[in-house]
């Protein structure tokens, strides 16, 4: 189906940007390629919904002629070929990519097809870098998993690489198959001649995997690239499959040349309208060359569609269609004909025209090419000044959200740019410093939107809007949430495969099954329902909490009851563990049993729920339903049983199980069912609430957190009253976003039910305003304060303190104030110090959460203490609720107290607990030690239920195995801490015992142990065991050991953590050089935790790629600690650029 294009004001139409219009007939799944951030992680294929697919649809003729035996091949050698590779090849203008785009658009049942098209015509598509981009977001998409974060060069073809493996695995996991389709080979501008080649061809695996199959389309000529080794299936004469030129292409050709010519020779405003649509690499619409070349829209929309319209095509845009050259040879042509000065003149035409958008802060009437296009024009030419320039430009980023309703378009530049800037060998640290400012913009923006706004948006048929507000969200739980809220909203509207789209977008096993099961309802008999219900099944089974496993197999059961599928609920029954939740999961089955007609079979499902109240319920209802067939006696009979039961079961406390039982004795008594009463309503509605006065009494509520919650209810209200207007204010007091999207939910349902869809999109525009405002505010005094620390660092207090008095929120404010008076003490001026602690106090308290501001004025009285101002730490101290603050701030006080200064007898202390020091080990532990009694011992120990207990007596044991000789004994315990991460530490633990009692070998061969049985389990805790093992072989000093464990680690997260401490371990033995190498290796990871002890050691040009490394990492305050050490430039750019961020929200818009 075609959907509407947008238009401004006009609502959604349902389904845009999920799912793209269709050309022809679809036999099977389509696959696309384009920008999806990341959203998933489920290990299984789904259909691919990316913006790609325009690109390929653009390609493709609109019906392609005399093909019908080179498409029917295709699908032969995709579903039955015993080789893995075939290369259509033919001349130019034979009308290769033509075919290769309509089957990929149409590929046959069973076929998944990623594909890409090389091609000059569109800027940043024409080589091995577009390939890694454009492939790898459609293999996260066809796997549900995010797109791998902070890619590099050195790390973004093992992505492709791996993440093509796994996709052809999960697609003949399923008995499907995959293919990877590239055209254009030849036209790969990424390739040389010689040995710095590097081509798409290259690229393609040598020894596909998991029944791959791999098509490729291109020239006989130029030869294959010098960088595709000898033996790579390319380089064999029996994978070429010529093909034959079409008539059509033949006949398009002789067209388009001889207007091109015509072009070429014609008019200054057709050869303009030439180089200005070759030179911007597509996007142009008649419009944007009006304005360039200061034409008509008229004379522009006559000269393309006239006499030169065969050599242009159009592409469908947000606004109105692009023009792009009609054929790859044609711009080729172009580009040759125009040479190298024409282009750039007509180039640099372009960048006056977008500088001029720029100076006037990129307004309302921005052309989408210059929020689009451009940006992939300066990647082209590689021109990172203006790319850095338009990623650091907040009006650009703003504008952008306003066009697209969400911010992944501009974080994309951001990180664009800087991995232009990371190919460096010594990055740019002061332009990545600014874009680490301004990714952290974005994202922070978006972090205090509410989950509910997509689904809102979607509500009222803003599809585009919501998912592309859902997408913003950087928190991959949140962006989840968001998802769900949509799939939800177009349930509601009907609109079940855009829903099944989305809920495949949903990375959280949890979350999709609660997509799943508000997609069954109206989900029967889909094909996209029931393949994500198989999805499901297979990664709900993998879940390893047992109780979590239960619990969403019984969601699963009720959706494919709900789908009607009753042996396959069945089959998700059987492995439920409790019997509790397995005879709540035996109802939804009984039911559909019902319903489908198979009463004998609902009985005996029935009976699976033995022993609890659901038998009951379930009973019941099956007796009703011989009953309401006219078999009585049937009915009657199974109520006697019920009876037999046990008495009472009328007055069972199930409510489902009581109602059951009332409308079996009616139908066996032949009286109608009784009918239920209506619930009444709350009884601040029965009892017509005074809202004003109700309002009043709310706003008189001191605490944040308790005001809120009370607005909340009185939205509820006042909605359920009817009166929405008192309901919008209220709505728009909540100045918590969490709260205010949950009055969102109770008051834009009842708008749009009221016919006021107008209020409902200005309430939501509100919302998102207002949630975007304080998200930015929040993240950006975080910001500030990781920046106060690293300018006191660099030992500037001014500027120290007046970023500090910059903070808005008062947490945050406190926090910085208390630092830098810290700083004035030790550099000796304790009249700054003494005034900046006391305006942290002033911001302290105007903290409205009861907990945060406890452990801000702690803070802060440590500092008064240092201060010798001890009455007014004391009278902070007595403020304090919680005991453990007030006791370790009059600690403070008394060790600062010096005789004669009002403090010779400070207040008597709390003695210190045995929290301190952690927890006791339980007496029962100690006796049954004493006694040698080991075995009861070890299973007291693992069976303590708290945490914290139970670690001081796994430690315990070992500490008595170890000291009397038992390693054995040690050994064991060990691994099964490691085992059941229950604790980790306690490896770590009997390592350093052994070690302390001169038992290193031993401590090796522990080790080895706990490495043996970590691979063995195979889930994510394995990762963290290894880890452990890592840091235990660097402290035995075995540093090549520790590498080697490190580096197979799969899990990045915790790969990178470990080889961090091996950097730290080969540092200890002064090899900076390895250290350095090592820090290299590890690519984009986290900042370390100890990245200002560790970062400075390594060599010169690894610490600034560590640091720049670092500063795209979620902790990056760590690299910002580095910076002020070794780049007071880039320091001196991050401020500025806080400072220009500052400025622009402060301008008139």
Known sequence: MALERERPGAPDAPGRSSSNSVSGTVHGPVAQIGVVRGDVNLMTGAPVRTRYRETVRRIAPPELVGREAELAELAAFCTSSPTPYRWWRAAAWSGKSALMATFALNPPPGVRVVSFFITARLAAQNDRHAFIDNVLEQLVTL?????????????????????????????????????????????????????????????????????LRVVVAGRPNPPIPTDVP?????????????????????AVRADMERELKALLHGTPTTQELLGLVAAAGGGLTAADLAELTRSSEWDVDDHLNTVTGRSFSRRPGAASDAYVLGHEELHLKAIEVLGPTRLAAYRERLHRWADGYRDRRWPADTPDYLLRDYFALLGLTGDVVRMLACATDPDRHDRMLDRSGGDADALNEVLETRSLLMADDVPDLVAISRLAVHRDRLVGRNASLSPTLPGLWASLGRISRAVAVARSFDDAHARDLAHLSVVRALVRQGHVTQAVDLADAIGDVLL???????LAPVGRGHDGVRSLLDRQDRAVRLIEVTTRRDRELRALVRAAARLGDIPRALALLDPITDDAVRALAVLPIVRAAITGGDLELALVVADQAAG?????????????????????????????????????????????????????????????????????????????????????????????????????????????????????????????????????????????????????VAALHRAEVSARAHGHTARRDQVVVWVVGAVIAAGDLDQAEALARSVLGPRHRGHALNLV????????????????????????????????????????????????????????????????????????????????????????????????DGPEPPPELVALIARGDFDSAEELAFSTTDWFTGTRAVEEVLTAAVTAGDLDRAEQVAIRAALNRRPLSA????????????????????????????????????????????????????????????RSIADPYYRHASLWGVVEGILRTGDVDRASAVADSIGDSEPPVAAGYLIPKLAPDSARRAVARGLFGRKWQRSVDVLSRMSPASLEALVRELTVIDERARRPV
């Not at 004391?874 to 200064?901: N, Q, W």
């Open 143 to 211: 796997l549900d998993q995010p797109l791998p974060p902070l890619l590099t060069e050195s790390t973004r073809e093992a992505h492709l690489l791996g993440l093509l493996t796994e996709a052809a695995e999960a697609c003949r996991d399923r008995g499907e198959h995959l293919v990877l389709l590239v055209d254009g080979l030849d036209e790969d501008r990424g390739v040389t001649t010689g040995p710095d080649a590097h081509s798409v061809a290259a690229l393609l695996p040598v020894d596909p995997p998991a029944d």
């Open 230 to 250: 000898d033996h790579h299936p390319l380089r064999a004469p029996d994978v070429v499959r010529p093909l034959a030129p079409s008539d059509a292409a033949v």
């Open 512 to 518: 999709r099954t609660r997509a799943l099961t508000a």
């Open 612 to 760: 609890t109240d659901s038998h009951v319920d379930a009973i019941a209802r099956v007796a009703t339903a011989f009953g309401e067939s006219g078999d009585v006696s049937r009915a009657r009979e199974l109520l006697d049983r019920i009876t037999a039961l046990g008495p009472g079961h009328d007055q069972a406390p199930d409510g489902e199980a009581r109602r059951s039982v009332r409308d079996l004795t009616a139908v066996v008594d032949g009286l109608d069912r009784p009918e239920e009463p209506e619930p009444s309503p709350p009884d601040d509605v029965r009892q017509g609430t005074d809202l004003a006065q109700a309002r009043r009494r709310v706003e008189s509520i001191a605490d944040d957190v308790e005001r809120a919650r009370a607005t909340l209810d009185l939205v509820r209200t006042a909605v359920a009253q009817g009166d929405l207007v008192t309901a919008g204010s209220l709505t728009d007091s909540l100045d918590d976003p969490a709260r205010r999207g949950d009055a969102l939910e109770a008051l834009v349902p009842a708008l749009i039910s009221g016919g006021d869809r107008e209020r409902a």
């Open 821 to 916: 008076s810290r700083a004035a003490r030790g550099a000796g001026d304790e009249a700054r110090a003494r005034r900046l602690v006391h305006d942290a106090v002033t911001a302290a308290h105007s903290i409205t959460d009861i907990g945060r501001r406890e452990q801000t004025l702690a803070a802060i009285a440590h500092t008064l203490a240092s201060l010798h101002d001890l009455t007014a730490a004391e009278a902070l101290a007595d403020t304090m609720r919680s005991h453990h603050l007030r006791d370790s701030v009059l600690r403070s006080v008394a060790r600062f107290s010096t005789p004669g200064e009002g403090h010779d007898q400070p207040r008597a202390l709390p003695s210190p607990t045995a929290d301190e």
């Open 987 to 1046: 490896v770590g633990f009997a390592v350093d015992a052994m070690t302390a009692h001169g038992h290193a070998d031993r401590a090796r061969t522990l080790l080895h142990r706990v490495e043996l049985a970590a691979r063995s389990t195979g889930h994510l805790g394995s990762a963290a065991t290894l880890r452990t093992v890592v840091g235990c072989l660097v402290g035995l000093a075995d540093l090549d050991r520790a590498e080697e464990v490190a």
